[in-house]
């Protein structure tokens, strides 16, 4: 089960690792925290009134495709998006938003999911949220507390019946060190580098650095980079199919970096580090 805070997260992190889990027969469950209601539209083309005005509508058919072509099962857990607030100072959040939500309210759909869908694996972001937006920040605090109370029959008692998850892991993102493996392959390839304006941005201990030493597991995906992008493109009110993102032959970015990265954050499984699946040491099966 991978959740996620709004629809389009899951196209962009982890999602040839899913593709790939799905297509070697293993169920996977998106739970989506929002809607995406308060997100903004940030492809050109698709920046017109009727879009604006119509924009939950078409981030539910976005998501539906995006589920469709990576092939994983999907649940809205029904909170509203809560924006990204911008400004100094910054705009008090929303007060309907799911970030200001009791953690015990915000948490309670998720740990009724993973009653009912029983995964043994769960990922979400780390502490930071992969990066501050207030949603993916509450989005870590209520996978950590649906992971911790699902199996507790003492907790959360009218939503179903208790069930443990044995692995719990932070996505990564891009690290400094994937960005220069990025550039030096595009590089290499005799093409024109998107990263190099990026890496010159890119600050001394930014928080992506400090999480990428936290990897444990590195799931080989680079044969679903196709799917991935499929899937991204698929939310085109959240994506420029012309922008950087899209620009790196896939052929580049399976050589410079074939892997999508994980930390291990809580196990109740033996497993041994470094990993390279988040199945290692659950060893559970069913045979039909
Ligand atoms: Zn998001």
Known sequence: MAVHAHPDDESSKGAATMARYVREGVRVMVATC???????VLNPAMDRPEVW???????RKEMEAAREILGVEQAWLGFVDSGLPEGDPLPPLPEDCFALQPLEVATAPLVRLIREFRPH???TYDENGGYPHPDHIMCHQVSVEAFEAAGDP????????????LKLYYQMGFSRKRIEALHAETVAAGLESPYEEWLQKWSENHEEDKAALRVTTQVPCADY??????ALRAHATQVDPTGRWFQTPLD??????????????????????????LFAGITESVHV
């Open 225 to 230: 980079f196709g799917i991935r992008d499929d």
């Open 34 to 40: 929002t809607g995406g209601e308060r997100g903004s």
């Open 121 to 123: 694996v769960v990922t």
């Open 252 to 277: 580049v970015q399976r050589k410079a970096w074939p892997t999508e990265d994980y930390e291990l954050a809580r196990s109740l499984v033996d497993t041994g580090i470094p990993e390279d699946d």
């Open 53 to 59: 005005e119509h924009l939950s509508e078409i981030r």
């Open 154 to 165: 003492e907790r959360y008692q009218e939503f179903g019946e208790p069930w443990q998850p």
